[in-house]
């Protein structure tokens, strides 16, 4: 029996204090375990400021949990304080950040990010070596270094950036990605590239991933198991199908009925008959009968 | 009338609206910049022409960079260089007759910016003056706009709060004092409280989690419907484009590919670009999976040549290569600027 990969034992975060020591919680009592051996896309749902990134910090040891215990391969987060000992932590566990844009310098090479990383975590020593790692890696994305050698940040688009990001997070060999709203700041058209990676790095190359995210459409696609935070608490927690197909919890009811749906709403059958066969219901007048239908309060 | 009648019928063009709000004619706008006598052209709009009616929310979707931002500034005629208009004009009509935007003086734009056009920002915490009240923020933005002694205008102020629930005690508060939902219901007051007959909303819910966007969109659609407004909506997610709009504008590249109602575009997407863009929507409950779209978005300072989209596009010919498709109306309503399609419906 080996130790689980991650372990949160009753992890709590509140910040304030001061003067009228008026404390807000952030993260209340959240308990969950992520196996070794067993890669899995774990999903972290919730409204802004139910505590999702602060969770995230506390995984990546950025932030001390104020209660409870994060093990990592049975090692207690808050034990790892010596550099040889955070340096292997980080080889472990690498983060993917919200906006690339922001993540990356905006004056400085994106391909620098790689050496640096390949020198820091693999030791490879010279351009040379570092250049194959950042290569080996790139390639794991679906880029190469032939592509982006020598390119600034606004060279390449959001879903390339974010690639390259990914691609960085890779290089030490990670067992762990903790992804902080990964793709709601890249366009539709790449947003799937972005997931379906996420989707393939879990498969073939057996990295788990931890998705924090609002977007509840991407975690039914990509997820295998899923919680449902509101204010700092997990409300509801289990296989993400099931969560999000048959939600319990009154909170969680609330997000997926919140969710819009892509598909155009449901217009009686004769209308949509009209629609399958290419004819528009109304007659094309933007002024006419469809607009009718709602206020007559024109100015 | 059968598919195949349709489909034989020529095509027609765009019937002239009773009186749009706003026409917009073959409307370019490029970035122009100078450096050491060398000129860089970035084609952010690029030759769109659309109409929009009274009474209609119209939205426009795109990806980041395809120019829906430059267009609706160029709209607005809150453009600054090195963004200039190089053609094509922009037309309002706000019951006076069609005037065109850039040949108003200083004064008369003036009077028609937020009595008649507003505008809903994207980030409202960078919209409300974070060390003003919000009481301050409403005498800047509308005060003068509805001459009306002050005390029936912060009257006006709180009835219009109310419709928005919100109660009149925000107007004391500090924008950080409000939650973002909060905030963003407050420039929505904001932009709609001199009742305005045209709305320019600019991704207004892309920065809220999904509970709050709901409702946002629903003030959004109750304040339009109420007023009469005619709405122009961005967003990139079509999921609120399926909800809010009633016709549908897909920008590519600096150019409008495809123009619909909301309804038979995601219904029956025409144009390869959106035919993916479609297809790749994830939704609860449907395991299939989805791809991504190849390649990577053109720069707009050196577009390719021909239809932009002929890079990524898997229905590519010779003819897409060098010579750019016009928009044409292929069904009725439904406009689509496409080489492949056009043969595919002729045929």
């Given at each position: 029996?080996?130790?689980?990969?991650?372990?949160?034992?009753?992890?709590?975060?509140?910040?304030?204090?001061?003067?009228?020591?008026?404390?807000?919680?952030?993260?209340?009592?959240?308990?969950?375990t992520?196996?070794?051996?067993?890669?899995e896309?774990?999903?972290?749902?919730?409204?802004?400021?139910?505590?999702?990134?602060?969770?995230?910090?506390?995984?990546?040891?950025?932030?001390?949990?104020g209660?409870?215990?994060?093990l990592?391969?049975?090692?207690?987060?808050?034990?790892?304080?010596?550099?040889?000992?955070r340096?292997?932590?980080?080889?472990?566990?690498?983060?993917?950040f919200?906006?690339?844009?922001?993540?990356?310098?905006?004056?400085?090479?994106?391909?620098?990010?790689?050496?640096?990383?390949?020198?820091h975590?693999?030791?490879?020593q010279?351009?040379?070596?570092?250049?194959?790692?950042?290569?080996?890696?790139?390639?794991?994305?679906?880029?190469?270094?032939?592509e982006?050698?020598?390119?600034?940040?606004?060279?390449?688009?959001?879903?390339?950036?974010?690639?390259v990001?990914?691609?960085?997070?890779?290089?030490?060999?990670?067992?762990?990605?903790?992804?902080?709203?990964?793709?709601?700041?890249?366009?539709?058209?790449?947003?799937?590239?972005?997931?379906n990676?996420?989707?393939?790095?879990?498969?073939?190359?057996g990295?788990?991933?931890?998705?924090?995210?609002?977007?509840?459409?991407?975690?039914?696609?990509?997820?295998?198991?899923?919680?449902?935070?509101?204010?700092?608490?997990?409300?509801?927690a289990?296989?993400?199908?099931?969560?999000?197909?048959?939600?319990?919890?009154?909170?969680?009811?609330?997000?997926?009925?919140?969710?819009?749906?892509?598909?155009?709403?449901?217009?009686?059958a004769?209308?949509?008959?009209?629609?399958?066969?290419?004819?528009?219901?109304?007659?094309?007048?933007?002024a006419?009968?469809?607009?009718?239908?709602?206020?007559?309060?024109v100015? | 009338?059968?598919?195949?009648?349709?489909?034989?019928?020529?095509?027609?063009?765009?019937?002239a609206?009773?009186?749009?709000?706003l026409?917009v004619?073959?409307?370019?706008?490029?970035?122009?910049?100078?450096?050491?006598?060398?000129?860089?052209?970035?084609r952010?709009?690029?030759g769109?022409?659309?109409?929009?009616?009274?009474?209609e929310?119209?939205?426009?979707?795109?990806?980041?960079?395809?120019?829906?931002?430059?267009?609706?500034?160029?709209?607005?005629?809150?453009i600054r260089?090195?963004?200039n208009?190089?053609?094509?004009s922009?037309?309002?009509?706000?019951?006076?007759?069609?005037?065109?935007i850039?040949?108003?003086?200083?004064?008369?734009l003036?009077?028609?910016?937020?009595?008649?056009?507003?505008y809903?920002?994207?980030g409202?915490?960078?919209?409300l003056?974070p060390?003003?009240?919000?009481?301050?923020?409403?005498?800047?933005?509308?005060?003068?706009?509805?001459?009306l002694?002050?005390?029936?205008?912060?009257?006006?102020?709180?009835?219009?709060?109310?419709r928005l629930?919100?109660?009149?005690?925000?107007?004391?508060?500090?924008?950080h004092?409000?939650?973002?939902?909060?905030?963003?219901?407050v420039t929505?007051?904001?932009?709609?409280?001199?009742?305005?007959a045209?709305?320019?909303?600019?991704?207004?819910?892309?920065?809220?989690?999904?509970?709050?966007?709901?409702?946002?969109l629903?003030?959004?659609?109750?304040?339009?419907?109420?007023?009469g407004?005619?709405?122009?909506?961005?967003?990139?997610?079509?999921?609120?484009h399926?909800?809010?709009?009633?016709?549908?504008?897909?920008?590519y590249?600096?150019?409008?590919?495809?123009?619909?109602?909301t309804?038979?575009?995601?219904?029956?997407?025409?144009?390869?670009?959106?035919r993916?863009?479609?297809?790749?929507?994830?939704?609860?409950?449907?395991?299939?999976?989805?791809?991504?779209?190849?390649?990577?978005?053109?720069?707009?300072?050196?577009?390719?040549?021909g239809?932009?989209?002929?890079?990524?596009c898997?229905?590519?010919?010779d003819?897409?290569?060098?010579?750019?498709p016009?928009?044409?109306?292929?069904?009725?309503?439904?406009?689509?600027?496409?080489?492949?399609?056009?043969?595919?419906?002729?045929?």
């Open positions: 029996m080996s130790l689980p990969l991650l372990e949160l034992r009753g992890i709590g975060k509140s910040y304030g204090g001061g003067w009228l020591r008026h404390r807000t919680r952030a993260v209340h009592d959240v308990s969950f992520l196996e070794t051996g067993r890669p896309v774990f999903a972290i749902i919730g409204e802004s400021g139910s505590g999702k990134s602060t969770l995230a910090r506390m995984i990546l040891n950025a932030t001390a949990p209660e409870g215990q994060i990592f391969r049975g090692r207690d987060l808050a034990t790892i304080r010596r550099a040889a000992d340096r292997a932590f980080m080889q472990a566990v690498q983060p993917v919200q906006n690339p844009f922001e993540a990356f310098n905006p004056l400085k090479r994106v391909d620098r990010y790689l050496y640096a990383t390949a020198h975590f693999t030791g490879a010279g351009r040379v070596a570092q250049e194959a790692k950042a290569d080996e890696a790139l390639h794991k994305v679906g880029l190469s270094l032939a982006i050698r020598g390119r600034f940040p606004h060279e390449l688009s959001g879903g390339q950036l974010q690639r990001a990914i691609a960085r997070a890779l290089i030490p060999g990670p067992a762990l990605l903790v992804a902080d709203e990964p793709v709601s700041m890249i366009d539709a058209s790449l947003r799937m590239t972005v997931v990676l996420f989707r393939r790095l879990r498969d073939e190359l990295v788990s991933i931890i998705y924090i995210t609002h977007d509840l459409a991407t975690a039914y696609y990509i997820s295998d198991r899923i919680i449902i935070m509101q204010r700092g608490e997990v409300v509801e289990g296989d993400a199908r099931r969560v999000l197909m048959a939600p319990q919890h009154p909170y969680s009811i609330l997000l997926r009925a919140s969710v819009l749906s892509a598909d155009p709403p449901e217009a009686d004769a209308e949509a008959d009209a629609a399958e066969a290419g004819v528009p219901a109304q007659p094309w007048s933007p006419g009968a469809s607009l009718a239908a709602r206020s007559g309060d100015p | 009338m059968t598919e195949e009648t349709m489909m034989l019928a020529p095509p027609r063009p765009t019937p609206l009773p009186a749009p709000v026409s004619e073959k409307l370019r706008a490029y970035y122009q910049m100078r450096f050491f006598g060398v000129t860089r052209e970035v952010a709009v690029d769109i022409t659309l109409q929009i009616g009274r009474n929310i119209y939205g426009i979707a795109g990806e980041s960079s395809s120019g829906k931002s430059s267009l609706i500034k160029t709209i607005a005629r809150a260089p090195p963004l208009v190089v053609d094509g922009v037309r309002f009509d706000f019951g006076e007759g069609p005037a065109d850039y040949k108003l003086d200083p004064h008369a003036a009077a028609i910016r937020w009595r008649h056009l507003s809903i920002m994207q409202s915490m960078n919209v003056n060390v003003r009240r919000i009481r301050h923020s409403f005498l800047d933005f509308a005060f003068r706009h509805m001459h002694p002050m005390p029936v205008f912060l009257q006006r102020v709180e009835g219009h709060l109310a629930n919100l109660e009149p005690r925000v107007l004391n508060a500090y924008p004092e409000l939650s973002g939902g909060m905030r963003q219901r929505i007051a904001l932009a709609t409280v001199c009742r305005p045209f709305i320019i909303a600019d991704e207004p819910t892309t920065a809220l989690d999904v509970v709050v966007q709901k409702s946002v629903t003030m959004i659609r109750g304040i339009q419907q109420e007023m407004s005619s709405v122009l909506f961005v967003t990139h997610d079509m999921a609120v399926a909800n809010l709009t009633d016709r549908l504008g897909i920008m590249a600096g150019r409008l590919v495809e123009e619909a109602p309804r038979s575009l995601l219904r029956r997407p025409l144009h390869p670009y959106t993916h863009l479609v297809a790749s929507l994830p939704r609860i409950g449907d395991d299939a999976p989805k791809a991504g779209l190849n390649g990577t978005p053109p720069s707009l300072a050196k577009p390719p040549p239809c932009r989209f002929h890079p990524r898997p229905l590519a010919m003819i897409c290569r060098t010579e750019a016009p928009m044409e109306e292929l069904l009725p309503g439904h406009r689509v600027a496409c080489h492949a399609v056009r043969q595919e419906l002729a045929s």
